[in-house]
């Protein structure tokens, strides 16, 4: 019997062991402890805590703004933290930790003049010298990440400066005072106002990372600065995060939700099923669920920057041919692909800078490009057999794919289009994520169903991919003298008309004459969210949720 | 006893009885016909009814996974864009998926790639674990020691990890899922033959044959098999729908077959997705293999007690 | 007895040794790096390259793997490259305990309830009792635990409004995953248990008590169920480790921040330190649970006796 009672003990032990182990995140705090006296400003009515709660699609990699790459970590950085300038809800870049900027005649040189009273949440002052400091960090190649070309491409020595040629002195970035900061470009690139959103432009202060230690940095909630609009109360990468209202943000007036929470809900059912539950305020649907919501006052979309194509390998039989090419690249019709397969939201691709990607003053890229191609199954059918004519005879063909829904649901559509429409059987390679870029670094493919998402808001980002030098297989080995040149100029045109045309230009060389990928869709997510939410900004690229501008009633 | 003696007073001829016991030229007489074991067992799984019952279904659910597919004029890879998510109907007897293809097909398409998977897996497991098995057990000594170290160490790798990196690494397909859950699965059964003829080994009637002279081949052939092959069926009786379960768990993590090619778990993998406002996509895929499950089961128990000398009343 | 367990664990550690380098190699297989493979594409090769040599990443793979093994035996499993800068160690004891409590909970769950399942037939044998169980038994390993999870979530969690839907915020939160996980348990239990009880009940033993005049229930108590007990001991081995090392469709669907799902998702990003972590960790607890398993067999069982290893 003692034995038997020891058991039990050890039982109960282990079992409250456990429990005291597994970390409850019991992120429901009370109204009591709301700290009060903080906020007496505010009316009467409104004194009940505004919460948010909201979900995140995968665990939370890194935090670490100079070395992360993901949309996750890029989303919960954005909202705890602030660059220069911000996007606004129409992705414009807005003046932020910047009151203004003066920029030179010849487009080259930018002078940010800091605005009074910007506090990290410690309290200290945010400095020009923390700029500075944060973009050395990301461009050094000791600390720096993945994303470090995303300022030694533009900031002028800052190459030299990543290889080690130069040192930090030869980079153009000069903090005047501690409000003044000037920064000198390469070449005119009228993004730039809106590079300095980006999470890795973010500033940084080198008091508090030496204090922290270079290794512990961003690993806890308490182990970053803050200079956003929220703080992170709590941080647990499986689990999520907890934001508050910065008490030291310098636009707090118009931050007008107290608490958010982002929590990880991996799987979309489980998201939909809390959402009904009340548990979360905003969520993403999978495409077979949109058509039973399509209706509900809730319902919405959104499209991102984000633009998924064909890319044929110009080095592979069949697809050297450019009759060939351009008749897989009419074969399909897209619109059934957004309507009734991916059903999300996402538009259907007739070029290749995706939608609402910024052009000319007030109009998009796509808009003044207009549609570059039209599916015609006659005339693909006369280009496949002109193709065939000179090459002999069609080879088996495979589609190569990554193995997530999209991809996998894309590259079905493509097979049953090819076959329908002009009669070609194709065969499906599903690789998994890696495995998809591996292959077609080698050049071990014929045709890929291939994505790209924008870094920024211009039609530069997507189109300088091809110009590669020798051609990458990712790009489909495509390589062509004059769309180089027409990239290469528009990088060095201070004119916006002239530059625009470049790269419209540029565009059409590809996929109008060259064939040289077929455009699909451009990314899109359908959404519930409940209606006392007001001004939910979502960007199309980088990072997704902006919540400084969000309004609860 | 007085009883009986009253009777003994009365009247009645030696004629009028007769014996009904055992007679003594009967006693030493076969009553029943000579049977072999595999024959006995069949006898004695005829009498579970759960068993046969499960047999029956399974052999109908095959042939319905051969035929079904021509039933109804569709194939499993016909896409058709107006149709798609359709409920279930007299044009499309279990709905539409998002493709617009037809579910009816490509459940039974599924059933039967499914259940070919399965028994691949099983028959190599077969021959892998049951050649191993012997030999281990035979030559015993050294080689056994070498080769139950191997098998130990085999065992100790997270098989989900081999799995996973398996599939990764090759090109995905029903071999390579196969080939990822023979590369352990075999172990189970390599222990329990070798268990069972290390166990039959040293049993008199093995010894009996052999100083009657039988030659190593006839000592394998019709002492040592007939004797293991009980739970050799009943390991893949079990073995079957083990295959059908990790395989449909490596579709729902999204490591499965390559489209427009379908399995039951593939068929999950997007009916889960769907299930909220489809929910027929789930019901009918996970039916069948729910079914299949119970199935083998209770066969794979029916055999177990008819192949156990034990249960014998 | 002492030197069994000594001669086994200089095997468990050469086993490791074996399982580390196998699994080094076929992960090194895998393709492309533990990094944004979709950005670093986006650079020039070289770039690419020097990029992954930061890392140490661009060595020869023989290398890479006397490296990891020199860490390795100093008790370094290092650090995460998809995690930047999170230890693997602190990484796994984070996440291990969502995974052990509803492991944990289900297999305590699952014995009891399969024990008295198995037991009750047994002891019913043939009765509606014993179909009962047979039914769940036969359901319970036929129902895949996912599609139980979804339905609990929805009907339980959404419609009832009984439990949390998902989240990991109070212990009500572990409850639904632990009987999502449970079944599977609690089948195999009873049917093992009414099995082994089944024939117990036919030993001599057991006859030879009833014919003393002992009452079926000190009968079933004393001798039936203590001895049909032991061969549970073998099948609750494996099936502790495989529960108490999480599920990753059970964690994703309930929102658990287990460590079921870390696995998963090690593998599929590349995760080389994470995924060698893992692989050690699930091996050294699968095979120490053996251990224990067999030494509580021995002590349970009287005629096993082991003297150390036979040769």
Known sequence: MKKKLGLVSAIVLMLSLLLSACGFSNSKTDEKEAPEGVEKTESQETKKEKVVNLSLANDIPDLNQVLTTDGISFTVLNNVMEGLYRLDENNEPQPAMAESVDISEDKLTYTFHLRDGIKWSNGDPVTAEDFKYSWLRAMHADTSGAYADILYNYIAGGEEFFEGEADASAVAIDAKDEKTLEVKIKSPSPFFLGLTAFATYFPLNEKFITEIGDDKFALKADAILYNGPYVMTEYNQAQGVSLEKNPEYWDKENVDVDKVSLKVIKEQSTALNLYEAGELDRVYLASSDVDSYRDSAEFGTETEFISWFLQFNHNTAPFDNLNIRKAFQLAFDPQILTKTILNNGSEPAYGLVAAGVHGDDGKTFREVNGDLIQPDYDKAKEFLAKGIAEIGKLPSIEILTADDTIAKDTATFLQSEFKKNIGVDVQISTKPYSGRLDAMRASEFQMGISKWGADYNDAMDILSLWIGDPPKGLRGNYSSEEYKQYINDAGDEKDVAKRLQMLMDAEKLMIQEDGALGPLYFEGKAFLQKSNLKNFVTHPYGASIDLKFLTLE | MSDSKKLENDDFPDKLFQVVGRKQSESELISRPSISALKDSWIRLRKNKAAILSLVILVLIMLIAIIAPFLSGYTYYDTDYDKTFQKPSAEHWLGTDKFGRDQWTRVWEGTRISLFIAFLAAFLDLAIGVGYGSISALYGGKVDNIMQRFIEILVGIPNLIVVILLIMIMKPGILTITIAMVLTGWVTMARLVRAQIFKYKNQEFILASKSLGASNKRLIMSHMIPNTLGIIIINMMFTIPAAIFTEAFLSFIGLGLQEPLASLGVLINDGFQAMRNHFYLLLYPALIIIALMVCFNSLADGLRDAFDPRMRK | ?311
């Open chain 3, 1 to 311: 007895m002492k030197k069994f367990v000594v001669v086994r664990l200089i095997n468990i550690v050469i086993t490791l040794f074996i399982i580390a380098t196998a699994t080094f190699f076929l992960m090194k297989m895998l393709p492309g790096s533990p990094f944004d493979e979709e950005k670093l594409s986006s650079l020039s090769d070289e770039a690419r390259l020097e990029f992954l040599a930061k890392y140490g990443l661009d060595q020869p793979v023989g290398v890479q793997y006397v490296k990891y093994m020199g860490n390795l035996a100093k008790g370094d499993l290092g650090i995460s490259y998809y995690f930047k800068g999170q230890e693997v160690t602190t990484l796994i004891t984070d996440r291990i305990g969502p995974s052990a409590l509803i492991g944990t909970q289900a297999v305590v769950l699952g014995l009891s309830i399969g024990l008295l399942l198995g037991i009750v037939a047994a002891f019913r044998h043939n009765s509606g009792w014993d179909y009962a169980t047979m039914i769940i038994a036969v359901l319970g390993v036929s129902i895949p635990n996912f599609v139980l999870a979804a339905l609990l979530q929805y009907y339980v969690g959404l419609k009832w409004g009984l439990l949390p839907v998902a989240f990991w915020d109070s212990y009500s939160s572990s409850i639904m995953p632990t009987l999502a996980l449970s079944l599977t348990v609690v089948a195999m239990v009873a049917r093992f248990m009414r099995n082994e009880m089944l024939e117990v009940l036919q030993q001599d033993y057991i006859i030879t008590a009833r014919s003393k005049g002992l009452g079926q229930l000190t009968v079933i108590i004393k001798h039936a169920i203590r001895n049909a007990l032991i061969p549970v001991v073998t099948i609750l081995g494996p099936i502790a480790v495989s529960l108490l090392t999480g599920s990753l469709v059970i964690e994703n669907i309930f929102g658990v921040p287990g460590i079921g799902s870390l696995f998963v998702d090690s593998i599929k990003v590349s995760d080389y330190t994470i995924i060698m972590g893992l692989t050690l960790f699930y091996s050294a607890f699968f095979i120490l649970t053996m251990l224990v398993v067999d030494l509580l067999y021995g002590i349970m069982d009287p005629r096993i006796r082991i003297n150390g290893v036979k040769e």
